[in-house]
């Protein structure tokens, strides 16, 4: 026997490298085939439901590092409350309709307006399937346990169905309505957008300052008179029909001193704007109130059969420009309200393409709207009413898919009122709570400010609106004919409507008084892909069996303030008077190192599956719980590296748990908390206070301070202090001594309890530590989280600690100084001499601590005094080669000339063959 064999060095299976891309795919093929998700949900039956909904991701391309920072944060919040007392569900979602699929097939070289549009919708459906079997295979990847084999797709007859039925609920409500005011219209979507799809970018612009002359001055101006307007898109000049002016500014009219024409212009603008054109000297006839100038007429500036009508409007600023401001009701919301009231009309001269239209013009048919603006100088330069031409920075709508800028026209389109409910919706939202709790003022605004919801869209694949026309083109808006249509769809699924004729799609034998011929027409635009997934809570929790609703949380990105949780909120409480979420849990973007957002055109993506692979999946997870997922978070490799330095430090200190605890049986050794040694008792009240904040930070979906929390505990309170201690108890005192076990208890319930708070993040690393545990539960995903213990009133207890703690720094700090001078080599050849200060003699007296022991010292003296002092030597004696402190004792028995007494004895004790045998060399 050697020495060595003497010591409880323990062992364990449990390796000390992971390998993790090698094992996670075969552990996850084994939840696959036992059915984990499944068997945990039959486990958890009768109790409490929790509910999470997914929101669905588009069904387009591999998945990124944001899809997986989302899934990750579900998979994590799902496991915990299956684990702590719920029945937690959860039912993964795909958006499955709209542009960029249709994008894809265009590129695949499918040309859609030569197509069927049955067989177009089809290949669409194809591909969208496609689609969502390769992003399942990613997020199965991620170690997401759900109901994979049965999500939900909008795609499919079911949901479609019940998504009409959300439609026909805002029709018997009155929030549907069809009309013709400006909107975001993407040329290069060909489609109308929702405010959710629009992003805002710089732009450079170009603005102009050209002169409209009077014709009906209504006794204020004379025809030489000159109204000076500004413009930011040139283009919808062709559409001009009227001029705004601020009712309460003060106007002038102006004679520049080079010029035969009087021009008017806003007072507070006139040194700046006389600058830009040119004017040196010029001289102010006459100023009056914008008011003053309402009704009159002028000229426009090219198209002789045109007036334009002076307005009065509250929007009009002095920030830049004249004051005076070229209104087109056609191109913009605010021109289009303004026209509403005088009476104007909304003409539109550019085309869904982009492209301007007849009706702008000859010198105009044909041209690209965003390069008429040479033609729109030109014209005025040739009339002599051009002033001044700048470049203007701004912000500016584009596509948010084809990150091109948007125009407004006004064209028909379906609308949902917004403005009919504005006031309930903004009520509901004081029922839900918001993390971070900044998202609830997000999201009022942005219901409070939203105009109407354009819900039609001028594309193929999608949800057809369920809208027929009579004879005389009357929208025919009957419930009892949608839900007709809604049954078709449930039956046939949606393409059913592009496949037949409208007097097939009608209730057999329907009439219509509009229609005394029984001739019908169908609507060909499709509902906003926002109103598909927007009506997810009926497609999905109302008609799964398992699932509730209202949801308790939905998670998602806080882009979709805009999207999902906007057009979630407006459905349900139009249908049902509740919001469908009770939380929202909302999550920043991700980044890169230079806080840029990601993109293949940068080269700066970084794939979760090349993390999967070159790490391990469970460095990603452990990522996703340090991070503050509330805020936009940069993505590095760098930062993985970090991370998985973290995650060796986890695995390695349960490691030393486990190989320290292969001979301890928890239902044979466990020592109770009354009898637990004072540095055991201390670690359970700190483990249990771990335990606590733990399941408390998990309930508010508090991950990044557990993280900090759970590595600060590991590495201050069990490697830098609980474990370095051990080793002179675990290895070196008799297997069953009572000190042993009782650290052992703490061991084992550390390893044991941390296994279990960290198998919703570490899912694949806890299942292999449990393997290594004296469990009888198959997973640990199918036990309970620990719950917090009653140690009664421990607070003197800390109080203590505390106070012994703050003399240990005093000590320690004696110590390095000691091995800073090469006094000693380590703790272990150190003598100390000691004060204790009265406050922490009580402590060491009260707590019966061995401070020796726990300081890792060889010997110690002790005295009492006003302060603590602590006093270093080499300590006297010979090196025990088993328990390697410096004894005098070392030899004392004749058997065991190289051990100390105490050493001699345990193994004297333990292995009696030894003092005839001896030791091998």
């Not at 695949?108 to 496609?130: P, S, T, Y």
């Not at 039609?456 to 009579?470: K, M, N």
């Amino acid at each position: 026997m050697k020495v060595k064999d003497t010591l409880n060095l323990g062992s364990t299976n449990f390796p000390m490298r992971g390998k993790l891309p090698t094992t996670e795919p075969i552990r996850e093929k084994q939840w696959e085939e036992d059915q984990v998700y499944e068997q945990r949900l039959v486990l958890n039956r009768q109790k409490k439901h929790f509910n999470l909904h997914d929101g669905p991701p588009y069904a387009n391309g591999r998945i990124h590092i944001g899809h997986a920072m989302n899934k990750v944060i579900k998979d994590i919040i799902v496991r915990y409350k299956n684990m702590n007392g719920f029945y937690a569900p959860y039912v993964p979602g795909w958006d499955t309709h709209g542009l960029p699929i249709e994008q894809q097939l265009t590129k695949a070289g499918h040309d859609r307006k030569q197509m069927n549009i049955v067989d177009w919708r089809e290949l669409a459906r194809k591909f969208a399937l496609e689609q969502v079997d390769i992003q399942r295979t990613d997020f199965k990847r991620l170690g997401v346990l759900g109901d994979w084999e049965h999500p939900y797709l909008t795609l499919t007859p079911e949901f479609e169905a019940q998504e009409i039925r959300v439609f026909e609920a805002m029709v018997k409500k009155g929030l549907i309505y069809r009309g013709s005011k400006p909107i975001f219209w993407s040329w290069s979507s060909e489609s109308a957008l929702a405010e959710a799809e629009v992003e805002y970018h710089d732009l450079e612009s170009t603005s102009l300052y050209y002169a409209n002359q009077v014709i009906d001055g209504k006794g204020l101006l004379d025809t030489d008179t000159y109204l000076i307007v500004w413009t930011t898109t040139p283009f919808t000049v062709t559409a001009s029909r009227g001029i705004t002016v601020g009712p309460d500014f003060e106007y002038s009219v102006v004679k520049p001193a080079e010029s035969e024409k009087k021009y008017v212009i806003a007072s507070e603008m006139l040194a700046q704007d006389a600058e830009k054109f040119g004017w040196q000297d010029y001289e102010v006839l006459k100023t009056f109130k914008g008011k003053e100038m309402e009704r009159i007429t002028t000229r426009h500036p090219w198209d002789n059969e045109v007036e334009l009508l002076v307005m009065l409007g509250d929007y009009v600023t002095l920030d830049a420009g004249t004051g005076l401001v070229h209104t087109a009701p056609g191109f913009g919301e605010d021109d289009w309200l303004e026209g509403q009231k005088y009476g104007l009309p909304a003409d539109v001269t550019v085309d869904d393409r982009g492209m301007m239209m007849a009706n702008a013009g000859p010198d105009f048919e044909g041209v690209f709207y965003d390069k008429a603006t040479p033609i729109v100088i030109d014209k005025l330069k040739s009339a002599d009413l051009l002033l001044a031409v700048e470049k203007l920075t701004h912000s500016y709508p584009f596509d948010w898919r084809t990150k091109k800028p948007v125009i407004w026209r006004a064209i028909p389109q379906w609308f949902a009122s917004v403005e009919k409910i504005r006031k309930e919706i903004l009520e509901q939202i004081d029922h839900v709570k918001f993390s971070p709790d900044w998202g609830y003022q997000r999201l009022y605004n942005m219901i409070r400010d939203r105009g109407d919801w354009v819900i039609s869209r001028q594309r193929a694949w999608g949800v057809p609106i369920p809208i027929f026309y009579a004879e005389d083109e009357t929208p025919i808006l009957d419930p009892e004919v949608i839900e007709h249509v809604a049954k078709l769809f449930e039956e046939h699924g949606s393409n059913y409507w592009f496949a037949h004729e409208a007097e097939e799609l009608l209730p057999e034998g329907y009439t219509n008084e509009h229609s005394p011929n029984g001739k019908f027409t169908k609507e060909n635009d499709i509902l906003d892909v926002w109103f598909d997934s927007g009506s997810s809570w009926n497609g999905v929790l109302n008609t799964c069996d398992n699932l509730d609703y209202p949801a308790d949380i939905y998670s998602e990105g806080s882009d979709q303030f805009r999207g999902w949780f906007n057009s979630s909120l407006i459905t349900s409480v139009a249908m049902n008077g509740v919001p469908p979420y009770k939380e929202v849990l909302h999550q920043g973007f991700t980044l890169d190192d230079q806080g840029r957002k990601m993109s293949k055109s940068l080269g700066n993506v970084i794939s979760p599956i090349q993390v999967a692979d070159q790490m391990g999946v469970e460095i990603l997870r452990l990522w996703v719980m340090s991070i503050d997922t509330g805020r936009d978070v940069k993505v590095s490799m760098e930062l993985f590296k970090q991370v998985s330095d973290a995650y060796r430090k986890i695995r390695n200190t349960i490691r030393f748990l486990l190989s320290n605890t292969d001979d301890f049986d928890p239902k044979k050794d466990a020592v109770e908390f009354s009898d637990l040694e004072p540095i055991d008792k201390y670690m359970a009240v700190k483990w249990n206070e771990i335990v606590e904040k733990f399941l408390h930070n998990f309930d508010e979906y508090n991950f990044q301070d557990t993280f900090k929390m759970v590595m600060n505990f590991i590495n201050v309170d069990l490697s830098a202090f609980y474990l370095d201690v051990a080793k002179d108890i675990v290895y070196i005192t008799k297997p069953d001594d009572h000190k042993r076990r009782s650290m052992q208890t703490i061991f084992y319930r550390i390893a044991k309890e941390l296994t279990q708070l960290l198998t919703p993040v570490l899912p694949h690393t806890a299942e292999e530590i449990w393997e290594n545990l004296k469990e009888p539960e198959e997973y640990a995903y199918f036990t309970e989280l620990p719950k917090v213990r009653d140690f009664g009133d421990v607070s003197a207890l800390l109080t203590d600690w505390a106070t012994f703690m703050k003399f240990r720094d005093v000590a320690n700090k004696a110590l390095e100084e000691a091995r800073q001078s090469e006094m000693i080599g380590k703790n272990a050849e150190a003598a100390l001499t000691v004060t204790y200060a009265p406050d922490v003699l009580k402590a060491v007296e009260t707590l019966k601590i061995d401070v020796r022991e726990i300081l890792m010292v060889s010997s110690m003296t002790t005295s009492d005094g006003a302060d603590s002092t602590v006093e270093v030597s080499p300590a006297k004696g010979e090196v025990c080669k088993r328990c390697r402190l410096t004894k005098e004792d070392v030899g004392s028995d004749a058997h065991y000339p190289d051990f100390c007494a105490s050493c001699a004895e345990i193994v004297a004790a333990v292995y009696p063959e030894t003092i005839t045998e001896g030791f091998d060399a």
